[in-house]
């Protein structure tokens, strides 16, 4: 989630992170590893016919138990596990707004995953990164406005989070052509065995997920105050945004890998494989490089941006972690739907550990900057286990040359924009910049013939218009 740039103060950026932090790593934890069970039982039982043996009810079952439990920790260990040290009076306002956040987060992560299952992949995208950004951004405008204040201004962003849940879970009961109840068959022992061990396989690995996510925030919080979580927020979900464009690309490569291992296809994995670390890195690096020009011109547009301008680094350090993550295209994806999974899940554990551990010898010391680069040096260090693993178990090796051609192309880029400077408005240098980069970049990946996708993407456009 994008944070705004609008409150009054940066303790009150932090209390919005907080609440996202809070809520995300509830619902990771008690989405109860559906999103698993799906990936790994739901391919042997597509059927539309007899409704896919109940799965859409299967899944709100599962959303409901998990919405269940939040409920009750909230009631009897809220007072306990809801706090921060600082700025206590601003957090305990507003805290009882994380349980609705959780109750259709939970509904969005599982009804999502059983949409996506259908193919339905394009709607999820649409709801997490547009829809709810759109009324943040309407939000925005009403508290600039002054039409609404700063706690009319926090209920708009909790809802921000629970509109995409209602709207998929309307979405799913349209595309499951016959609504059933979950088939017994499910339910014999074999079948609930698998069921049981993939969904606590998918909550350690949703929950050491959203620790690697969520932990350096959380920790600023506690270590630091609301402010410095505020000012960190911020680059932090700039450097993220770089993951969008991968959201989508991700969601369709799990379904086809998982839809793949059922048959063995270990062509169309590879192919996967391969071009996602080539397309995604590209992305990756097109966008923080681009983002690293922008800072600066964007930054100084208010003195209210002052303390971002002077934290700009957080950007770069964290950028770099999400372009090692891209790098390695769909390698999460694919793990998570092999037989090798549990290596997945003990991975993404010893990155949660790494996170944990890095953040709390480097925040004390290097402060939000020792938080930007334990998150980093974590994440990339756990996708070079991965790409070892994927080597090692299946022979998968997506770093040819033309990998390594796109690799040089991008560091060039980086550091072109790294040293770029100009005396010009900051008006004149976002347009400048944004143009220039986009033809400079895009024109040598065409060039270079460096990606089959983009290429063909830009002739099918070609032969639209002309």
């Known amino acids: 989630m994008i944070m705004p740039l609008v409150t009054r103060n940066n303790t009150e950026l932090g209390l919005l992170s907080i609440l996202d932090s809070v809520s995300g790593i509830f619902v990771a934890v008690l989405g109860l590893g559906y999103h698993q069970v799906l990936l790994k039982i739901f391919p042997k039982y597509r059927n539309p016919e007899n409704g896919h043996y109940g799965f859409f009810i299967l899944g709100i079952f599962f959303s409901l138990i998990g ?4 409920f ?3 009631i009897f260990f809220g007072d306990k596990l809801l706090r921060v040290e600082t700025d206590i009076t601003l957090f305990e306002r507003f805290s009882f707004l994380i349980f609705p956040m959780i109750f259709f987060r939970i509904i969005f992560l599982n009804i999502d995953s059983y949409v996506r299952m259908l193919y339905q992949t394009f709607i999820g995208v649409f709801l997490e990164t547009f829809l709810s950004k759109v009324v943040i951004a309407a939000s925005i405008v009403l508290y600039v406005l002054l039409w609404i204040d700063f706690e009319q201004f926090v209920y708009l962003y909790a809802f921000s989070f629970c509109i995409p849940g209602l709207v998929v879970l309307v979405f799913a009961f349209m595309k499951t052509e016959k609504i059933t109840m979950p088939s017994k068959v499910l339910f014999v022992p074999e079948e609930r065995k698998k069921i049981y061990e993939y969904a606590v396989f998918g909550m350690l690995l949703g929950a050491s997920t959203s620790i690697v996510l969520y932990i350096d925030q959380l920790m600023l919080g506690k270590m630091l105050s609301l402010e410095d979580v505020g000012i960190y927020s911020i680059l932090f979900f700039a450097a993220r945004f770089i993951l969008i464009p991968s959201t989508g690309i991700n969601r369709i490569a799990q379904v086809v890998v ?5 048959v063995n296809d270990m062509d169309t994995i590879k192919d996967v494989y391969v071009k996602s670390c080539v397309n995604q890195m590209l992305i990756a690096a097109f966008l923080l490089g681009l983002g690293w020009t922008m800072l600066d011109p ?4 208010h003195e209210k941006f002052t303390a971002f301008a002077e934290n700009k680094e957080l950007f770069l350090i964290l950028g770099i972690g999400v372009l090692v993550e891209m790098s390695t295209g769909a390698n999460a994806a694919i793990i998570s739907t092999s037989k090798h999974y549990r290596y997945g899940m003990y991975l993404t554990v010893v990155l949660a550990v790494l996170a944990i551990v890095l953040n709390l ?4 010391k290097y402060q939000l900057v020792g938080a930007a680069i334990a998150t980093t ?3 990339s260090i756990v996708n070079i286990l991965r790409w070892i693993l994927l080597y090692k178990a299946y022979k998968l090796q997506p770093f040819d040359l033309n990998f390594f051609k796109a690799a ?9 924009c790294y040293y770029v400077s100009y005396e010009a408005s900051p008006v004149v240098k976002i347009a400048l910049n944004l143009i220039a980069g986009t033809i400079i970049f895009w024109g040598l990946v065409v060039g270079l013939k460096l990606s089959e996708d983009v290429n063909k993407w830009l002739l099918k456009m070609k032969n639209k218009f002309f």
């Open 361 to 364: 010898l480097l925040i004390g």
């Open 298 to 301: 964007v930054f100084s547009l």
């Open 258 to 262: 998982a839809e793949s291992w059922l």
């Open 408 to 416: 040089l192309l991008s560091a060039l880029f980086l550091i072109l």
């Open 67 to 70: 919405i269940s439990i939040s």
């Open 377 to 379: 040096t974590a994440m």
């Open 72 to 74: 009750l920790i909230f």
